[in-house]
């Protein structure tokens, strides 16, 4: 491969390598001063015949010789040494600045040149015209026949501005002038009375010319034109003598020429033509030019040029003329079309004279464009594959083929010269995109020096790309890094070519940046080793993958590990107790009462009392070797403690200590805007390891001793025993068995009187749920309603007995019979649900019946849990027309201020007052005090579980309104109730 290219230094010693094509490559910098041919040219095209000659014989020699070059204005003195697969080392002298008389010597070499090889044949013309074009730099050359007879001067060539070739008046005076001084130069053109038949120069915008005789044998024959479009100075001497000896050399030629050519020499009349343009243009311009000039030549009415990539059955037009216009590039398929001759057919030039659009009709665009005869050229690259096409489409039959024939197959050399320096141009600019990517690109000497660099690369070292030349790649490479070392790279580049890997480059400001780095080991003819490595930026990715890593490992609150993590480290730590037969201790802490806290002061504060817990616990974590912390959940902590002993009781007896220690730090309130917040944890312990545990066990272990300290008390720790995960499991098929009893209608309603002291009958009843499974014994409520409670299934139980309460109320109302009130209890998660309201509403519009003899009761903590919002829904169910009790008043969080404003139509004595009313004076007294405050504040009092005549009687006496209990009757079913209620009256 090529090596890129290099800084310029001060010297004139230079070394290049010289490819089989005669490509030069710079091995070393070069001199400032010095300016090579493009690259990709050959070095042939910039040297001088007897230079161009000598190089090639030394080269066809294959010996080491020495040799003087002309380059670019300097004299080299070369050194040549042939190397492998036919390349040359050249080490050239360069310091040697050439001066001389260019067109001196060109006149004098043309003069001998005609001398040996006298050439009056036509086909010299366009190589004598452009010998001047080229010395001289006119904007137009213009070839003038006196006609005397005619007193006319006829325009029979010319090369470079558009022309018209039309005739004009020839001026006696001027044309002896002309002649008498054997040249005229003039400025100001359009203003000059000599050239006023030339009323062309103004149109065209011509300030200078030379005009120059051209001296037949028989006198004045006609003259030679230079026209320039911008100002001029005066022509010199040596100007004048070589304009005049080409002139002289022009009309020899002309006067040899036939007036017209021979049909048989089309093709060469043409090419005649043609070769100012395929001599002097090349690129765009010479595509564009062709097709103008072909078109014009050959009177086809559309001219294309176009390449082929080798495995694509698709053409790219570069240049294409059609019915006088040049149009814009395009690509076509060439199935269906007359090129595709030049994939499937060896031949290289294909003529369909006539009925082209029939003979292809899938191919449109002939018909649309009334095509009738077609000749292509198929143009291949040296290893056969195809490089391109030129065609040639007529709107006509097609006459001389042969002419067309042997006039592509002329074209054929410079055409595929042109578009392979076309196709190469776009692989260039391809290949220099594809270096100034956003991928850092970077080349190293074998020394691991860097020779060139993108800017990507230079942006992520913070330099500019020409202070990285020279700079050794151990340098940028940052020395406080864990990535592979330098010696392993070099080893894998020495046994495999290459090498990948991450590495941290230390940029210019210090900053340590992470890379992925490529190294490919590359060699070229020479044998000459260097390194294309590519770099590429991954601190983002990294800091991706980090964040990444932190939100699966870490909670974005508290910044503790989370669950997925403690899963994982749950895993090892207890493999690593069985390994090291030690024990630890797995405790799952859960916040008691933040439930409270979070829904009263919001979740702003409860997110930043979690975080301080989270850092409280954090401390107690950092005092002891290896213990881990977790949140798993929203008030849930995990405390993960290896190595506290090696036996049970040991093991235990530390938890143990652990746990009080846990309960001690909760003991200081967290203050947060002012408040002081007491927290108490507690806390569910399960020891590790244990046979016949699975891992995953562990941590469901250690939940389910949570819930049963939480029934304790808060602030409790439990550990795990079996009998535990017996009584989950016998939970959780409780639970599964109740919701398909809702299903299978097993449930149903009982209802227990309650009955006034004052001797006024029955006040009401109350609505009690029972389950009845199928030849199976009843299930008591204290069993299957707390087990309700700790899922949804309680709304949808709760729905259920409120419609079937209302149903039968309903029906007692319309028939005259049953109770006139019904009391229904409501649990905390019924009564918050968001659609709670909204079904009584519903009910109460199906059965209207209800309004005013429904109640419903709850207790003090549903109403305690967010005191907001039960009074908005209980001002809301009075407005509805139900009544509200509150269910075992005094055992919860008795408040007398609350009952001021809520608007409660009830209370009911909790049983545990009931129970020893008759012979506790507390209890009496506590009854007294409430039954007075009922009084004032209108509410009514019922006492539940009165079971005695003496309970009865003293609470007769307390003057407690009415009562409920085994005393007077048992929950009953529907029909036992109507039965009793008409016994009673």
């Given at each position: 491969m090529s090596l890129p290219a290099l800084s310029q230094a001060q010297h004139t010693l230079c070394f290049f390598r010289l490819d089989?094509?005669?490509?030069?490559?710079?091995?070393?910098?070069?001199?400032?001063?010095?300016?090579?041919?493009?690259?990709?040219?050959?070095?042939?095209?910039?040297?001088?015949?007897?230079?161009?000659?000598?190089?090639?014989?030394?080269?066809?020699?294959?010996?080491?010789?020495?040799?003087?070059?002309?380059?670019?204005?300097?004299?080299?003195?070369?050194?040549?040494?042939?190397?492998?697969?036919?390349?040359?080392?050249?080490?050239?002298?360069?310091?040697?600045?050439?001066?001389?008389?260019?067109?001196?010597?060109?006149?004098?070499?043309?003069?001998?040149?005609?001398?040996?090889?006298?050439?009056?044949?036509?086909?010299?013309?366009?190589?004598?015209?452009?010998?001047?074009?080229?010395?001289?730099?006119?904007?137009?050359?213009?070839?003038?026949?006196?006609?005397?007879?005619?007193?006319?001067?006829?325009?029979?060539?010319?090369?470079?501005?558009p022309f018209a070739l039309r005739p004009v008046r020839a001026d006696r005076r001027y044309l002896r002038t002309l002649h008498q001084r054997g040249g005229l130069s003039f400025g100001n053109c359009a203003e000059q009375p000599l050239l006023s038949a030339f009323d062309y120069l103004a149109t065209d915008g011509i300030r200078h010319r030379l005009d120059m005789p051209l001296p037949f044998a028989g006198g004045p024959g006609g003259l030679l034109s230079l026209e320039y479009a911008q100002a001029h100075g005066p022509m010199s001497a040596t100007d004048l003598q070589f304009v005049a000896s080409l002139a002289t050399r022009i009309a020899q030629v002309l006067e040899q020429a036939p007036?017209?050519?021979?049909?048989?020499?089309?093709?060469?009349?043409?090419?005649?033509?043609?070769?100012?343009?395929?001599?002097?243009?090349?690129?765009?311009?010479?595509?564009?030019?062709?097709?103008?000039?072909?078109?014009?030549?050959?009177?086809?009415?559309?001219?294309?040029?176009?390449?082929?990539?080798?495995?694509?059955?698709?053409?790219?037009?570069?240049?294409?003329?059609?019915?006088?216009?040049?149009?814009?590039?395009?690509?076509?398929?060439?199935?269906?079309?007359?090129?595709?001759?030049?994939?499937?057919?060896?031949?290289?030039?294909?003529?369909?004279?006539?009925?082209?659009?029939?003979?292809f009709p899938g191919d449109t665009m002939l018909s649309e464009q009334g095509m009738q005869a077609y000749a292509g050229l198929s143009l291949k690259d040296s290893d056969g594959q195809p490089l391109g096409v030129l065609v040639l489409l007529f709107d006509r039959p097609l006459t001389d083929s042969e002419g067309i024939t042997a006039l592509l197959s002329q074209l054929e050399p410079r055409v595929?010269?042109?578009?392979?320096?076309?196709?190469?141009?776009?692989?260039?600019?391809?290949?220099?995109?594809?270096?100034?990517?956003?991928?850092?690109?970077?080349?190293?000497?074998?020394?691991?020096?860097?020779?060139?660099?993108n800017q990507a690369f230079a942006h992520m070292c913070g330099l500019e790309p020409d202070s990285l030349v020279g700079t050794s790649l151990l340098s940028l490479r940052d020395k406080d890094t864990d990535t592979a070392e330098v010696g392993v790279i070099l080893r894998a580049l020495h046994h495999r070519g290459w090498w990948q890997g991450e590495q941290r480059l230390a940029r210019a400001d210090g900053r340590s940046l992470p890379v992925n780095l490529r190294i490919s080991r590359m060699q070229d003819g020479l044998g000459l080793r260097h390194y294309v490595c590519h770099a590429e930026d991954i601190s983002e990715q990294k800091a991706s993958r980090e964040r990444i890593e932190k939100m699966a490992y870490f909670d974005e609150l508290t910044g503790l590990h989370n669950r997925r993590f403690m899963v994982e480290h749950i895993h090892h730590t207890v493999a690593l107790a069985e390994l090291e037969s030690s024990r630890g201790a797995?405790?799952?802490?859960?916040?008691?009462?933040?439930?409270?806290?979070?829904?009263?002061l919001g979740y702003g504060l409860g997110d930043r009392l979690l975080v301080q817990v989270a850092g409280r616990l954090q401390q107690f974590c950092d005092q002891h070797d290896d213990f881990s912390l977790a949140r798993i959940a929203s008030d849930e902590f995990v405390l993960l403690c290896p190595r506290l002993g090696h036996g049970y009781?040991?093991?235990?007896?530390?938890?143990?200590?652990?746990?009080?220690?846990?309960?001690?730090?909760?003991?200081?309130?967290?203050?947060?805007?002012?408040?002081?917040?007491?927290?108490?944890?507690?806390?569910?312990?399960?020891?590790?390891?244990?046979?016949?545990?699975?891992?995953?066990?562990?941590?469901?272990?250690?939940?389910?001793?949570?819930?049963?300290?939480?029934?304790?008390?808060?602030?409790?720790?439990?550990?795990?025993?079996?009998?535990?995960?017996?009584?989950?499991?016998?939970?959780?098929r409780l639970s599964n068995a109740l919701q398909q009893a809702l299903k299978n209608e097993e449930l149903a309603l009982h209802f227990q009187p309650q009955v006034s002291l004052n001797g006024h009958g029955v006040t009401g009843v109350e609505a009690l749920l029972r389950w009845q499974p199928p030849g199976q014994p009843p299930i008591p409520p204290g069993h299957f309603i707390p087990v309700a409670e700790e899922t949804s299934l309680i709304c949808d139980i709760g729905n259920w007995v409120l419609?079937?309460?209302?149903?039968?109320?309903?029906?007692?109302?319309r028939h005259g019979s049953g109770p006139e009130r019904l009391s229904v209890n409501i649990s905390a998660r019924h009564f918050h649900s968001p659609d709670f309201t909204t079904r009584l509403e519903t009910l109460l519009l199906q059965f209207p019946a209800c309004r005013h003899r429904l109640t419903l009761e709850v207790t003090e903590s549903v109403i305690l849990e967010n005191?907001?919002?039960?009074?908005?829904?209980?001002?809301?169910?009075?407005?509805?027309?139900?009544?509200?009790?509150?269910?075992?008043?005094?055992?919860?969080?008795?408040?007398?201020?609350?009952?001021k404003e809520l608007p409660v139509d009830e209370l009911?004595?909790?049983?545990?007052?009931?129970?020893?009313?008759?012979?506790?004076?507390?209890?009496?007294?506590?009854?007294?005090?409430?039954?007075?405050?009922?009084?004032?504040?209108?509410?009514?009092?019922?006492?539940?579980?009165?079971?005695?005549?003496?309970?009865?009687?003293?609470?007769?006496?307390?003057?407690?309104?009415?009562?409920?209990?085994?005393?007077?009757?048992?929950?009953?079913?529907?029909?036992?109730?109507?039965?009793?209620l008409s016994g009673t009256r």
């Open positions: 089989p094509q005669f490509h030069l490559h710079p091995l070393t910098p070069l001199p400032a001063d010095i300016g090579l041919f493009e690259p990709g040219s050959s070095l042939l095209a910039g040297l001088e015949q007897g230079d161009r000659q000598r190089l090639e014989q030394a080269c066809q020699a294959g010996q080491a010789t020495r040799l003087g070059l002309t380059v670019g204005g300097r004299r080299w003195r070369c050194h040549l040494a042939p190397v492998e697969h036919g390349h040359w080392l050249v080490s050239a002298d360069i310091r040697r600045q050439e001066t001389r008389d260019e067109q001196g010597l060109l006149e004098w070499q043309l003069q001998r040149q005609w001398r040996q090889q006298p050439d009056d044949s036509q086909a010299s013309l366009p190589a004598l015209l452009d010998i001047l074009g080229e010395q001289l730099q006119p904007d137009r050359i213009i070839l003038w026949r006196h006609y005397e007879a005619e007193e006319l001067l006829r325009p029979l060539y010319s090369q470079g501005l007036a017209l050519p021979p049909p048989s020499r089309y093709a060469d009349d043409i090419m005649a033509r043609l070769m100012p343009l395929l001599c002097r243009h090349t690129g765009q311009d010479f595509f564009n030019r062709l097709m103008l000039q072909l078109a014009s030549l050959t009177g086809a009415s559309m001219v294309l040029a176009g390449l082929q990539h080798p495995r694509a059955e698709r053409v790219q037009a570069i240049a294409c003329h059609l019915k006088g216009e040049l149009c814009p590039p395009f690509t076509y398929d060439l199935a269906g079309t007359p090129c595709a001759f030049s994939r499937h057919s060896r031949e290289r030039v294909c003529i369909h004279p006539c009925g082209i659009a029939e003979r595929a010269a042109e578009l392979r320096h076309r196709r190469d141009q776009e692989q260039l600019m391809v290949a220099a995109a594809a270096f100034e990517t956003r991928e850092g690109i970077f080349i190293a000497n074998e020394r691991m020096r860097i020779q060139r660099a797995l405790l799952l802490l859960d916040l008691d009462g933040f439930k409270n806290i979070n829904d009263s009781s040991a093991t235990k007896t530390r938890t143990e200590q652990l746990a009080k220690a846990l309960n001690e730090l909760f003991s200081l309130p967290f203050e947060l805007d002012g408040l002081r917040l007491h927290l108490s944890i507690s806390a569910g312990i399960s020891l590790f390891p244990a046979t016949g545990v699975e891992l995953e066990e562990y941590l469901r272990q250690a939940d389910t001793a949570t819930h049963m300290a939480k029934r304790i008390a808060p602030g409790s720790h439990v550990f795990f025993s079996p009998e535990m995960a017996e009584e989950v499991q016998e939970r959780l419609a079937r309460a209302c149903e039968r109320l309903q029906h007692w109302h005191l907001t919002e039960s009074r908005t829904r209980m001002a809301r169910l009075k407005e509805l027309g139900l009544g509200l009790s509150i269910d075992d008043f005094g055992t919860g969080y008795s408040s007398f201020a609350y009952l009911k004595l909790d049983r545990a007052f009931i129970r020893h009313v008759d012979t506790a004076p507390r209890d009496r007294a506590i009854i007294a005090c409430i039954l007075a405050l009922a009084r004032e504040l209108n509410m009514t009092v019922v006492a539940e579980g009165v079971e005695t005549e003496a309970q009865r009687d003293q609470l007769q006496r307390l003057g407690c309104p009415a009562f409920q209990g085994f005393l007077m009757a048992r929950p009953m079913p529907e029909q036992a109730l109507l039965e009793w």
